[in-house]
């Protein structure tokens, strides 16, 4: 499946971005979603998870009641709403694809299929 993450810019702290990801070449319903970002100089970390059909999410705690995750499988996309950004989460997110069984949630080292990222910037 190939991954096509877009949305990202540049926004004043408190603002609010949606990000998308498409996916082709695939069954979208067969795969978890999630998203991640990395930070300048920072390892790659976790931000939200969704299972196939919707019904579980899980998030990053520092992004917790900020941020939505969600999904459209008709649409073959999975978004991401962030709300009250904040400067700490300036950074490239990226989409990932899981093809496993069992939702493993935000554990990246699950994820099979990866996005080429977009670039959030948050001004303070």
């Known amino acids: 499946v190939q991954l096509q993450a877009s949305g990202g810019g540049l926004v004043q702290a408190g603002g609010s971005l949606r990000l998308s990801c498409s996916a082709s070449g695939g069954t979208f319903s067969t795969y978890a979603m999630g998203w991640f970002r990395q930070a300048p100089e920072r390892e790659r970390e976790s931000v939200a998870a969704i299972s196939k059909f919707g019904g579980t999410t899980v998030y990053e705690d520092s992004v917790r009641g900020r941020f939505t995750i969600s999904r459209d499988n008709a649409k073959s996309t999975v978004y991401l709403q962030m709300n009250s950004l904040k400067p700490e989460d300036t950074a490239v997110y990226y989409c990932?694809?899981?093809?496993?069984?069992?939702?493993?949630?935000?554990?990246?080292?699950?994820?099979?299929?990866w996005g080429q990222g977009t670039l959030v910037t948050v001004s303070s």
């Open positions: 990932a694809a899981d093809r496993g069984p069992i939702f493993r949630g935000i554990d990246r080292n699950a994820y099979d299929y």
